[in-house]
């Protein structure tokens, strides 16, 4: 299975879906896991004002919170809601 489509059942499924994500510059956002997934939810990708320390930040810490939610799925798998941080 492609790896979109298990962060879409595994991860993205337990979350309301986003209309719009914010995103820094950084290539990887551009890649073909990004470009599909943004694709299956029908969601757009809006990118950030370089060096604005406003949405840095902010995109800095749904990043954190995201990197510790697919951390803790795939250490606990469907029942890492159990060991939430």
């Known amino acids: 299975m492609d ?3 298990l962060f879409w059942n595994n991860i993205m499924a ?3 879906v986003p209309r ?3 995103s820094d510059r950084r290539p990887k956002f551009k890649s073909e896991f990004w470009t599909n997934l943004y694709e299956i939810l029908g ?3 809006a990118f950030s004002t370089a060096y604005h320390p406003q949405t840095d930040g902010l995109e800095e810490s749904m990043s ?3 990197k510790d939610t697919i ?4 250490a606990y ?3 890492y809601k159990d060991h939430e941080g």
Do not use: A, P, S, V
Request: net charge positive; glycine share 4%; hydrophobic share 25%.
């Open 3 to 5: 790896t979109y489509l």
């Open 14 to 16: 337990q979350c309301d």
């Open 20 to 22: 719009t994500i914010n």
């Open 43 to 45: 969601t757009k990708l």
């Open 64 to 66: 954190q919170n995201l």
């Open 71 to 74: 951390r803790r799925f795939c």
């Open 77 to 79: 798998g469907m029942e």
